[in-house]
T-cell receptor, first 115, second 112 residues
Framework: DTGVSQDPRHKITKRGQNVTFRCDPI?????LYWYRQTLGQGPEFLTY????????KSRLLSDRFSAERPKGSFSTLEIQRTEQGDSAMYLC?????????????FGPGTRLLVL | GENVEQHPSTLSVQEGDSAVIKCTYS??????FPWYKQELGKRPQLIID?????GEKKDQRIAVTLNKTAKHFSLHITETQPEDSAVYFC???????????FGTGTRLTIIP
């Protein structure tokens, strides 16, 4: 499968613990996005990378959330001191350079449950 | 910021009939409007998109129309089939902005 991949697919954690998710974009895609989706809602934008630079962050991304893309390839999203309200599906998406197209291709998501 | 409203939230259609889902957006600077289909437990998948310089786009049984003046766009599925059952999301993106703003989704059920 050459699509966007995410790991883990499911994560159960206790309130107050830290969790880290990984996203591997489609090869050659220089743009990478993180979204959060709660039950019955559409995905909500969290942050955006172009290569290794984090260019856009939503107000939803509190100081407990941090995202990185150190080499411009895979990305990680860390949530510190998790709260029950963090329970959601975390989706990663990637896009090719603009000269190729602008479609965002989504990964399967990481479903987080905070107990 | 951008706000996208989507209607209806649920839609049941007899197999073979047509389905229409409508979205409105608030920011007149939005210029890209994709539609995603999400089956239960799976990733959102792009089914069709339209840019603001085009009024209509069609791909086999799926079409999207855009009215820039009224700031609304619609998804049309003709000759519906059971495999069309899923949740459909519309989205909008502003020129010069990378984020997609999604609607709240429409659960489409095709009745055999």
């Amino acid at each position: 499968d050459t699509g966007v991949s995410q790991d883990p697919r499911h994560k159960i954690t206790k309130r107050g613990q830290n969790v880290t998710f990984r996203c591997d974009p489609i090869s050659e895609h220089n743009r990478l996005y993180w979204y959060r989706q709660t039950l019955g809602q559409g995905p909500e934008f969290l942050t955006y990378f172009q290569n290794e630079a984090q260019l856009e962050k939503s107000r939803l991304l509190s100081d407990r959330f941090s995202a990185e893309r150190p080499k411009g390839s895979f990305s990680t999203l860390e949530i510190q001191r998790t709260e029950q309200g963090d329970s959601a599906m975390y989706l990663c998406a990637s896009s090719p350079p603009y000269v190729v197209g602008e479609t965002q291709y989504f990964g399967p998501g990481t479903r987080l449950l905070v107990l | 910021g951008e706000n996208v409203e989507q209607h209806p939230s649920t839609l049941s259609v007899q197999e073979g009939d047509s389905a229409v889902i409508k979205c409105t957006y608030s920011d007149s600077a939005s210029n890209y409007f994709p539609w995603y289909k999400q089956e239960l437990g799976k990733r959102p998948q792009l089914i069709i998109d339209i840019r603001s310089n085009v009024g209509e786009k069609k791909d086999q049984r799926i079409a999207v129309t855009l009215n820039k003046t009224a700031k609304h766009f619609s998804l049309h599925i003709t000759e519906t089939q059971p495999e069309d059952s899923a949740v459909y999301f519309c989205a909008a993106r502003n020129f010069g902005n990378e984020k997609l703003t999604f609607g709240t989704g429409t659960r489409l059920t095709i009745i055999p």
